[in-house]
């Protein structure tokens, strides 16, 4: 049994798995194994995980199932006692996994060890855009409101945390679900926060850009209805466990997430949306503006701007259009 | 030979379920058999008093910051003698959904859970966690489910056909997660069905509310019979947040009820005796168990009986280990002898 798992859910990203895959067999760690998950891919993404000759990759073939799909067949077929998640077209600082072994073997109570993480662009430049999360002190509201784990190819994974939340929904007939297939986004957070309500795993983070976390402008701003929709089913979800937090934490969460939406319409240059989640947000709650007063003012400032004529240029600074999958 | 005394402490005669159970000690023959049971309630201030003539003290107290110090008094007046601690109340699910600070409780536990010569989970769930926790050395720790008396439950003829009637059987608190139940018999349209909630509590007017406009839904108040109330129902469902144990799901087995549970801590338990257990805890998993539930055949009916069999052993299966566990520490009792001796010395 390897010692660590990384799990690589894989759809049409040809063009960067050859890297993804070259930064996680450059791990300083030693014993671990890779999972990669074809996800019913249309172009040579099963070709070039079967090239590869190396002991420690692992190929899964599925017809498409979406992101959380593919990743539910890695951990499924996943043997170590920690489980990685990296997507097919981002990558891992060499010391990733050693750091976060390092971390889960040192701190028996914590179930999810996430790291920052450093933006690249399509050809692996780096944007100079960093996510640097909170690491300690993360409970169930803090993830609900600013999902400090960040992105899918952030965190690592203790296995006996997701033995705890394995379930199989009536007409699964293959394997357990972890993620919630149901969801195309938002699955991430709906994930995180139902283990945060559901089990007594904490959640820590070791310091370090130790993912590098692919993004490309543009073109994404005219799906932020789906992104709020699944947003918003999610919270409908999981309210059950605990109505009084979802009461209490809901409107400042629901703020971020619209300023989040803001900010990739700002982004794609779309003024008028960006200045109508913008009002949305503020009318939610005015914790985005306490918190992160600086953050959230520029949001706005660029939203405003946005809706003058022939600005649309002004607003692109670096966003997360995922090449492969949607971004949850 | 005269047998050992085996005084209970329990600081909280609200816990239903508990104060059952230990009349159930007190009054059970199976249990006369081994032993003479006192009952004591206690108050805080009492409870590090020095108890002369027990063999063994057993704690139904509840471990908290405020009583650990009581706690620690109890062990130090007794030194010699064999302390169990029962966890009523603390689980996996209790402690993600209560507890800011895990680090901290998973702390005070360990230190209250160390002061007994042996720690009780009432259910294999409730154990796991402990293990997993670290909070209870391998050793000490001993998985025994309550019971109580079951004849009045047995006595009733089981339900092997689709049921249409489910009860929801206990305190009004959101711990049971009665909501979650509302909402979800209410996206299940069939006009055949009907909900009763038997019990009462703090979230009563709440969950009225809930079931305002659905004339399948009512409230039946607190049952001071519980054999009788599940005679009125035909299936069981409890969602519960967290659940030690769940003595009202062991009663719809003995009683041949089909019963829903929730996947978490102790009620995992049941599911592994024949309950069906609802993954997820969503409302939209719980309308569709209802669904399954109410169009069962024949699998359901054998997961009943089975469930019912198993049911009708807890009682004397409940005995036995108790019996077990005063045997290991108190006839064993040289062991404490010795301590006591060591103690004097």
Redesign the interface.
Known sequence: MPKASIVVPAYNVAETLPETLSSLLAQTAQDFEIVVVDDGSTDATAEIVQRLSDPRIRLISQENRGLAGARNTGIAAARGAYIGLCDGDDLWRPGKLAAHIAHLDAR??VGISYSGSEFIDAASRPLGVFQRPRLRGV?AAHLFRRNPIGNGSAPVLRR?MLD?VA????GETQRDWWFDETFRQSEDIEMWLRL?????W?VEGIPGALTLYRVNGGGLSANTGRQLAAWERMVE??A?????FFAAHAPAARAYQLRYLARRAVSDGDGPRARDLVLRALACSRRPLAEEPAKTLTTCAAAAALTLPGAARLGRIATQRRLSYPKG | MTLPTILHLVDDASAGGVMRMLSHIETAPDFARFARHRVEVVSRSRIGARREGADMIVSHLSVNWRNLPALMTLRARHPGLPLVHVEHSYTEGFTALNVPRKGRFFTLLRTAYSLFDSVVAVSAGQADWMTRRGLVSADALTVISPAVGLGAFTALRPVYHPPQVIGAIGRFDRQKGFDILIAAFRKVENPALRLRLIGDGPERAALQDLAAGDPRITFAGFAPDPAAAMAGVEAVAMPSRWEAYGLVSLEARAAGRPLLTARVDGLADHAAAGATAVSGQGVDAWAEALRNLTDADAPVRIAVAEARADAARAEARFAESWSALVTALVSGGDAAQQRDLAQAA
């Open positions: 028996p109570e409970d006996a705890r379930y199989r929904p009536a945060a309500l559901t089990t007594d904490e979800k999981l059950p466990l605990n109505p009084a």
